[in-house]
């Protein structure tokens, strides 16, 4: 298939231009309606799922897949067995899945299945549903599957289940059975191990029918507030009673990769405005461990959503929920499920991280199998910029924390190259090092190469180019290499597709003739630009800035910098040698990096020793 449309494509130049020029990357749609009734009493529900499927890619499908993810949580799953062998498990799952008896476990059985009105043929497999199809979908085709399904919801938080720690009801995400993402890159039906997600993007109208007492909330915009009550009522409107003690909550959420809800008969519901920005609902249990810090939440969420607006481009729904429940911190479109009972300062930490992924993996969701570190990475980077803001907590480098993340990962010997698949690191250790802590690094050193200036309006020209595009690495290293224009393959490819380090020293510092020549020395494999800050005894300081040849131009410095543009440095000679105007005697400290931009191993060679550097003849 790939060879006859090259043989296609190369027999007709014409027409690469053409597509190269023209078509953007495609993407499949579909638009879910479900229904559901949920018993409180067994946790199980019953489902109706009508999907239309829109084919959009140039391929013929055979097959679908979709994901049944509640089935992970039952005992000898992959994602048990993954839990009990991996040698660091993650301490919330360990070996509980296997102890789950047959009313504890999570399931979701598909009882049928149609593809435009006629049955077909399909396997569960594990947390997959393999579909074959009656008849191919063309390419541009449209579909329509119904499905009958019946779930248990578990009772062991992994994201979602019921009866978490802190007492609430149901943290119901990845609670439907979800269509696979079928992409440039191919099917991604992904076994559920308990790392995170890919996705169609769709349209959701989905209806829960529940216990009347239960106030619900997550993706999607409530239908019938006047009808549900719970605080989505208009003001002085007497909410309906419902039937049989049950009401039914109909939400709709357009252009999203997941649906997410949440539901406990103690929540509190209050309510912000974002100015310029969404509607925010917080939802918790409020006793003595909540009260104090969610009654401030509200306040710092709108100035962290003024200030990611701002900074990282705008987010494009109406309405935000911050949401009591899960394990932990999870992000999901237009909503996060947080634990609740946290001191104010994790609290916010926990709510403004989450909020982040609405960007990186809300709307830009790129394959947070493949590009983990696109997800997780940028949004550590941006929300340790935001708590910095909106906590003013006045550090000089609010990503010093990440960086020392990833010099832990750098020295523990279980370092793999952050291009691995999210599900097959050797330990979470190094998956989580990876994804979050060298993943921020990644953008803390790419401002440091190409400036702040031009960084952060190319942050958001990756934003408003690739939203609801699922970019890769390369998509967004090209929007950077044309906002710089430099060269930045060789920073992605070190980075991103090896382990190798950075490590730049002072090797001597040379004097002759009333001149210093300063001699730095490349000790670690991978090359980076390089700025040296030179401190004079009477108070005057300069910076050297020395280009990488490969990067085919140089950082915009802004205009109070005192730069001086050296010659370029051709990454493979392993010492570099500059000039000063100055006798070494004058010169009170020298420094290479003294920002912290680039993520140096060893920083104890970058600085200037007189006792250990300076040299009085020249040996050469
Ligand atoms: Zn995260």
Redesign the pocket.
């Known amino acids: 298939m790939k060879i006859k449309l090259l043989g296609f494509l190369m027999a007709s130049m014409l027409s690469v231009v053409v597509l190269g020029q023209t078509k953007e990357r495609w993407q499949q749609a579909i638009k879910y309606e479900m229904e559901i009734d949920m018993d409180v009493e067994t946790h199980r529900f019953e489902g109706k799922q009508k999907a239309v499927y829109t084919n959009n890619s140039p391929d013929e499908l055979n097959k679908v897949f979709y994901h049944l993810y509640f089935n992970a949580f039952q005992p000898n799953s992959m994602m048990d067995v993954r839990s009990r062998t991996i040698k660091d498990p993650d301490r919330r799952v360990g070996d509980r899945i296997s102890k789950l008896s047959e009313d504890q476990i999570g399931y979701q059985k598909i009882l049928s299945l149609k593809q435009n009105g006629k049955k077909v043929d399909y396997e569960v497999v594990g947390t997959i549903l393999e579909v074959d199809l009656n008849k191919p979908i063309k390419s541009g085709e449209t579909v329509t599957f119904e499905m009958e399904f019946e779930a248990q919801v578990p009772e062991q938080i992994r994201r979602s289940g019921r009866n978490n720690a802190e007492g609430i009801s149901y943290s119901m995400a990845q609670w439907y059975p979800k269509m696979s993402e079928y992409d440039y890159q191919g099917w991604h039906a992904n076994p559920y191990i308990g790392r995170e997600f890919h996705g169609v993007w769709g349209d959701f109208d989905v209806k829960i029918t529940i216990d009347k007492d239960f106030v619900l909330g997550g993706t999607g915009y409530v239908q019938n507030p006047n009808e549900v009550g719970h605080g989505y009522q208009a003001e002085g409107v007497k909410p309906g009673k419902g039937k049989n003690g049950k009401l039914t909550w109909h939400f709709i959420a357009p252009q999203v990769i997941d649906f997410m809800w949440a539901a406990d008969p103690d929540y509190t519901h209050v309510k912000a405005q974002v100015p310029d920005g969404p509607e925010l609902h917080f939802l918790y249990q409020k006793n003595e461990k909540t009260a104090e810090n969610w009654e401030k939440l509200p306040e710092y969420t709108v100035k962290a959503f003024e200030y990611m607006n701002k900074t990282f481009g705008k987010y494009p729904y109406k309405q935000y929920s911050v949401i009591q429940g899960g394990d932990g ?1 999870m ?1 999901y479109p237009m909503s996060t499920l947080i634990t609740g009972e946290r001191s104010l300062g994790s609290l916010v930490g926990v709510t403004v ?2 909020m982040f ?1 609405s960007w990186y993996q809300g709307v830009l969701a790129s394959n947070e199998s493949l590009y983990e570190w696109m ?2 990475g940028f ?2 980077f941006g929300s340790a910029e935001t708590m910095n803001v909106i906590m003013e907590q006045g550090q000089e480098n609010p990503q010093s924390g990440n960086y020392r993340g990833y010099y832990a990962l750098a020295e523990s010997g279980y370092e793999e190259p952050m291009s691995t698949h999210a599900d097959h690191y050797v330990t979470n250790f190094a998956y989580g090092r990876a994804a ?1 802590s060298k993943g921020a690094t990644f953008l803390g050193q790419l401002r440091y190469i190409m400036g702040e200036d031009v960084f952060y309006p190319a942050m958001r020209t990756y934003f408003n180019e690739w939203k609801f595009k699922h970019p890769n690495d390369n998509d967004f290293i090209r929007v950077m290499e044309k906002a710089s224009g430099l060269e930045l393959d060789w920073f992605k490819e070190y980075w991103v597709y090896s382990t190798k380090q950075i490590d730049y020293g002072i090797k001597s510092v040379m004097e002759k003739d009333g001149k210093t020549f300063v001699t730095l020395e490349k000790y670690g494999e991978m090359p980076m630009p390089l700025e040296v800050t030179v401190t004079y005894n009477d108070g005057n300081s300069e910076l050297i800035y020395i280009p990488l040849r490969i990067m085919r131009g140089e950082k915009s410095f802004s205009s109070d910098a005192n730069a001086t543009v050296m010659a370029d440095w051709p990454w493979v000679y392993p010492t570099y040698t500059f000039e000063l105007n100055q006798s070494a005697s004058n010169i009170k400290s020298m420094v290479i990096d003294e920002k912290e931009g680039m993520a140096d191993v060893d920083r104890e060679n970058n600085v200037f020793d007189a006792a250990k550097h300076l040299k009085s003849t020249f040996d050469k």
């Open positions: 911190g992000e991280h989450e992924h997800d997780e949004t550590s979050y």
